[in-house]
C-alpha cells in the first residue's frame, strides 16, 4: 500500500484515483475549490465531472498542496498542458523530499513544441526534488474507467524502473498496464491523436459517413507517425494502445471532448462557441497548432493538421478544408509508408 497524490481532481484524475482506491492505496486527491473538496470527503461522489459514480472512502480531497504531497514518493499530474508549467512550479514550493512524477495529460505545448515530460523535466531543472518522470497513456475513457469497465493503457519512462513502479500501482482485474520504453512515441500518439478526433468530428458534423471517417483515421495515423518517428519514436509503437488503440477510442466515441468540439464546428459553430460550450479544456486545438509549427520547422508532411489548422486559426471553411484535401496530388501508398520506415533516424 502506498501514499499517492494526485494533483487535477477532473474527470480523469478522479478515475485513476479510483483505480489506485481499487488497490488499496491511500488517495490524496487535490483540487483548488473548497466545495469540490467537501463533496468528495463527505459525500464520496465529484458529479461535475463523474456523475452518479460513487468513490471509495479511500480518496481524499485535498485543497492544500503542501499536505497533499506530504511524505508521497509517487505524484499522478492529471492537468491540462496549459496547467503544466505552474503546476510542476507550485509543487517545487511545498516539495520536501522526491517524487517520482506520473502523467496522464496529452498534449504539446504551442511555441516550444516541448511533450509534457520534458516541460516537467525543464521546470525541476537544477532540483534534485524529481527521481524520475512516465507517462502513463492509451485508449481510456474516464466514465468508462470509472464504472470499472476493463480498459488497457501504456506506461513509459526512460527509467524502466519507474515503468514497473507504475505497472504495479496501477494494475488489476478491470485496468491492465503494459510498459513501453518508446517515452517519444507514446506521449507522441497520445497528443496528437486529438488532432484527428476533431476532424472526425467535424466531417461527421458536414454530415459525412463511415468512409470518410475511416479515411482520416488511417491517413491520420501516417501523419502522426511521420513525425513521432521524426523525433525519435518507434514507428511500431503507433501500432500500439497509445497510438492506433488511443486513436480508435478517441475517433468513434461521443466521450470525447475532441470529437465533440469538431462535430460543432462542422456544424457551423465558431471556435469560441465551441469552448464556451464545452466547459472543459479541448487539448487537439492547441495541439493542432503546436503540431503544425512543428511539422513545419521538421519539414514532415501533415495535410489533415494542416487543413484543421487553417480551419481552426485561419478562418478556412471545414467543407474547403475537405475539398483542398481530396483534391492533392496522386499520392502511392506504399511508397509513403515506406518511406518513414526506412529514415536514417531509424
Aim: glycine residues 8%; proline residues 3%; negative net charge.
Amino acid at each position: 500500500m502506498a501514499n499517492i497524490a494526485v494533483m487535477g481532481a477532473g474527470s480523469w484524475g478522479t478515475a485513476l484515483s479510483m483505480v489506485l482506491a481499487d488497490n488499496h492505496h491511500d488517495v490524496r486527491l487535490w483540487a483548488r475549490r473548497e466545495e469540490q473538496i467537501a463533496e468528495i470527503n463527505n459525500n464520496h461522489t465529484n458529479e461535475a465531472y463523474l456523475p452518479g459514480i460513487q468513490l471509495p472512502k479511500q480518496i481524499k480531497g485535498y485543497s492544500d498542496l503542501s499536505e497533499t504531497v506530504k511524505n508521497v514518493e509517487v505524484l499522478l499530474l492529471v492537468v491540462p498542458t496549459k496547467a503544466v508549467r505552474d503546476a510542476i512550479q507550485s509543487l517545487r514550493k511545498v516539495l520536501t523530499s522526491p517524487v517520482v512524477i506520473v502523467h496522464a495529460s496529452k498534449g504539446i505545448e504551442p511555441g516550444t513544441h516541448k511533450r509534457i515530460s520534458e516541460m516537467i523535466e525543464e521546470e525541476f531543472e537544477g532540483s534534485d526534488l524529481l527521481k524520475d518522470v512516465a507517462v502513463l497513456s492509451g485508449p481510456s475513457h474516464a466514465e468508462e474507467v470509472s464504472l470499472r469497465q476493463p480498459t488497457t493503457v501504456t506506461v513509459s519512462s526512460s527509467n524502466n524502473d519507474a515503468s514497473l513502479l507504475i505497472q504495479d500501482l496501477f494494475m488489476n482485474q478491470h485496468f491492465r498496464v503494459y510498459t513501453n520504453p518508446d517515452l517519444i512515441g507514446v506521449e507522441v500518439g497520445g497528443a496528437l491523436k486529438n488532432i484527428i478526433a476533431l476532424v472526425c468530428g467535424l466531417t461527421n458534423g458536414l454530415g459525412m459517413g463511415d468512409n470518410t471517417k475511416a479515411a482520416i483515421m488511417t491517413r491520420g495515423l501516417a501523419e502522426i507517425t511521420r513525425l513521432g518517428v521524426k523525433q525519435g519514436a518507434n514507428p511500431l509503437t503507433f501500432a500500439g494502445l497509445s497510438g492506433l488503440g488511443d486513436l480508435i477510442v478517441t475517433c468513434t466515441s461521443v466521450h470525447s471532448r475532441n470529437w465533440r468540439a469538431g462535430q460543432m464546428i462542422g456544424q457551423g459553430k465558431s471556435l469560441d462557441e465551441v469552448l464556451s460550450s464545452m466547459g472543459m479544456v479541448v487539448e487537439g486545438i492547441r495541439t493542432t497548432q503546436a503540431a503544425f509549427e512543428l511539422a513545419n520547422e521538421l519539414k514532415v508532411e501533415m495535410p489533415i493538421t494542416s487543413a484543421l489548422y487553417e480551419v481552426l486559426f485561419e478562418g478556412l471553411h471545414p467543407k474547403e478544408a475537405t475539398e483542398k484535401l481530396m483534391g492533392r496530388i496522386k499520392k502511392h501508398e506504399v511508397e509513403q509508408i515506406s518511406d518513414f520506415l526506412n529514415q536514417d533516424e531509424l
